[in-house]
């Protein structure tokens, strides 16, 4: 069975300034998505799921799905603020006057009755680069369903930051090829801003990083298995913090929590590869320019989709 890519899409983009997930940053309109599906695509990969907001769907389906659909099978998942939380749990949120969804675990839950058959989850607005699908799909094609050796994709971490602002990344650590640990660093930055310095925010301190960490990005690789966890996970979370306006539950913490339980493992897969992401407005042209190089190199065609 071919594996498939789930898209986590539903994000509102706030630091960004709008739908980032379809702003076009190719020659002939395309978007980061467009080289995401189209990477999978060649990589042996057989379905793509976007998991959307309803608002943006028309949106959506005319800058990105009416292009694709004709090369690639697509399906929408819709994740919405109150998407599987019970009755009582949606009114305490609306009480509360939350407006947004839950984060990255909220969104792959959406997609529980709908992908049977192991997967990669990504985000919408970040350029994985090819290498990481191929990498990936190897790993997959070899899963059951039942399988619980899931996958997750790891980068330099100087090679995710942003010259535009901190961001923030999740730190990874190996041990005998399997995923050991991931840890939240915030506020992760080039200091000064001209210097190859990197420094964390963490636990309230200011820390030097060497640059050459391997950093999660959200390429995690899943099989269906892996939804039972997830729901439990979930379930937890929002029982504590169905009242909040932020809290969100975020797929690494779910990931690692099923590692630490002894509910599966994550095998620990590396590329030396480019990854771009627009967190900021002004990260565009950097994703821009990274796009035409790697056309120029023979990466992409000129134009995807013909």
């Known amino acids: 069975m071919k594996p498939s890519l789930v898209v986590l899409a539903a994000g509102a983009g706030s630091r960004y300034g709008g739908i980032k997930q379809i702003d076009s940053i190719g020659n002939h309109g395309e978007c980061i998505l467009d080289y995401s599906v189209y990477d999978a695509k060649r990589a042996g990969f057989g379905k793509v ?20 659909s004709g090369f690639f099978p697509c399906e929408y998942i819709y994740q919405e603020q109150f998407t599987l939380l019970t009755k009582e749990q ?16 909220h969104a792959l839950l959406c997609a529980k009755d709908s992908v049977k058959e192991p997967f990669v989850a990504i985000n919408a607005d970040d350029f994985y ?11 997959l094609k070899k899963l059951s369903n039942e399988s619980t050796d899931y996958g997750i994709v790891t980068y330099n971490l100087k090679k995710t930051m942003s010259r535009s602002g901190s961001v923030s990344r999740g730190i990874c650590k190996e041990e005998d090829g399997w995923l050991k640990s991931i840890t939240e660093h915030t506020k992760i ?17 200011k820390i030097k990083l060497t640059g050459n960490e391997w950093a999660s990005m959200n390429f995690f690789g899943f099989t269906p298995a892996f939804f039972r966890g997830l729901e439990t996970f979930f379930d937890d979370f929002i029982k ?3 009242g909040s306006l932020t809290k969100e539950a975020f797929l690494p913490s779910a990931a690692t929590e099923q590692i630490a339980a002894g509910k599966g493992r994550i095998k620990f897969l590396k590329t030396t590869g480019n990854w771009y992401g627009m967190t900021y407005k002004e990260d565009r042209e950097k994703v821009k320019q990274g796009i035409e190089s790697e056309i120029r190199a023979g990466v992409y065609p000129e134009k995807l989709w013909t």
């Open 189 to 205: 930055s080039f200091e000064p801003e001209d210097s190859e310095n990197v420094i964390s925010e963490f636990n309230g301190k």
């Open 240 to 242: 504590e913090n169905a």
């Open 49 to 68: 799921y976007f998991i959307i907001r309803k608002s943006i769907e028309k949106d959506f389906t005319e800058r990105i799905t009416n292009r694709i």
């Open 90 to 105: 949606a009114e305490k949120a609306e009480k509360a006057g939350r407006t947004k969804p839950w984060g990255t675990a």
């Open 129 to 139: 680069g090819s290498d990481s699908y191929k990498v990936m799909g190897e790993h």
